[in-house]
């Protein structure tokens, strides 16, 4: 599975972004899909993922009611951010893991990240 996260940019705080990872590779419903990101001189994180059926999802406690993770039969998972505050500037990465969502980073497969940061 090849994963290409991809959306991020520059925008002001209480703006929205939607990020997007296309995936490539066979069985891409069998995955759980996630969202982690990581902020220069901290540890990766865990933002968001979503079962193989879309019927599990599981959100951090920092962007619940912000964000909204979804996937369609395109291969492709999104990531839609709201009300974007200067705390979530960071290097966005998504992965896929073989089993159901999980909020730790023991996925099989990562995507390169793409950058988002939010001006105040």
């Known amino acids: 599975v090849q994963l290409q996260a991809f959306g991020g940019g520059l925008v002001q705080a209480g703006g929205s972004l939607r990020l997007s990872c296309a995936a490539s590779g066979r069985q891409f419903s069998s995955y759980a899909m996630g969202w982690f990101r990581q902020a220069p001189g901290k540890e990766r994180e865990f933002v968001a993922a979503?079962?193989?059926?879309?019927?599990?999802i599981l959100y951090a406690d920092s962007v619940k009611g912000r964000f909204t993770i979804a996937r369609d039969n395109a291969k492709t998972v999104y990531l839609q951010m709201n009300s974007l505050k200067p705390e979530d500037t960071a290097v966005y990465f998504c992965?896929?893991?073989?089993?159901?969502?999980?909020?730790?980073?023991?996925?099989?497969?990562w995507g390169q990240g793409t950058l988002v940061t939010v001006s105040s």
């Open positions: 979503i079962s193989g059926s879309g019927d599990r």
């Open positions: 992965a896929a893991r073989i089993g159901r969502p999980v909020s730790d980073l023991d996925q099989n497969y």
